[in-house]
T-cell receptor, first 113, second 111 residues
């Protein structure tokens, strides 16, 4: 069984401020973890992924996330928010032997000028 | 890599009608997935195929829903006797050994 909890359905930051979106997962096997971004009326685009190896992973658009097994977390960060980062963000988990990915309910990021 | 393509982008139908959606995955991807997304929710898994074999189907999926991938390439998702609760975005995704690649979805509105 696998599940994802995203803490905070809405996050608002000022342009230039730190972005922190929280994700906790549950998986009965070693997980693969993903962050996706979704713009209105579009599908989901992959930001970054963790499979094995280095626990700090870097993605597109300056985002990064750190896999912390002891905390079952995979929080997404970006040092300095840009207006174009405003979107909905989804965390997902897939067990290494699973076919499907399970998604959280998403966090809407608002960036204020 | 032309991406995952879904058709139509929008579909409005009356309650009780049948609808069919099509998904064309990235050509070298052998796995194809269908998800449903409603407002304020994350994508909810419906079913997935490896090549032409349907390997898993969500318990939440009623018998009115059926999916096929006849030659291991494109896939169709049919909803029979649509209900207002079926209104949602239907997302198709494909993958090889890596992460999911999503299409832009089909938005279904049942009136």
């Amino acid at each position: 069984a696998q599940s994802v909890t995203q803490l905070g359905s809405h996050v608002s930051v000022s342009e230039g401020a730190l972005v922190l979106l929280r994700c906790n997962y549950s998986s009965s096997v070693p997980p693969y973890l993903f962050w996706y971004v979704q713009y209105p009326n579009q599908g989901l685009q992959l930001l970054l992924k963790y499979t094995t190896g280095a626990t700090l992973v870097k993605g597109i658009n300056g985002f990064e996330a750190e896999f912390k097994k002891s905390e079952t977390s995979f929080h997404l960060t970006k040092p300095s928010a840009h207006m174009s980062d405003a979107a909905e963000y989804f965390c997902a988990v897939r067990g290494t032997n699973a076919g499907k990915s399970t998604f959280g309910d998403g966090t809407t990021l608002t960036v204020k000028p | 890599d032309t991406g995952v393509s879904q058709d139509p982008r929008h579909k409005i139908t009356k309650r009780g009608q049948n609808v069919t959606f099509r998904c064309d995955p990235i050509s070298e991807h052998n796995r194809l997935y269908w998800y449903r997304q409603t407002l304020g929710q994350g994508p909810e898994f419906l079913t997935y195929f490896q090549n032409e074999a349907q390997l898993e189907k969500s318990r939440l999926l009623s018998d009115r829903f059926s999916a096929e991938r006849p030659k291991g390439s494109f896939s169709t998702l049919e909803i029979q006797r649509t209900e207002q609760g079926d209104s949602a975005m239907y997302l198709c995704a494909s993958r090889g050994g890596g992460p999911l690649h999503f299409g832009n979805g089909t938005r279904l509105t049942v009136t």
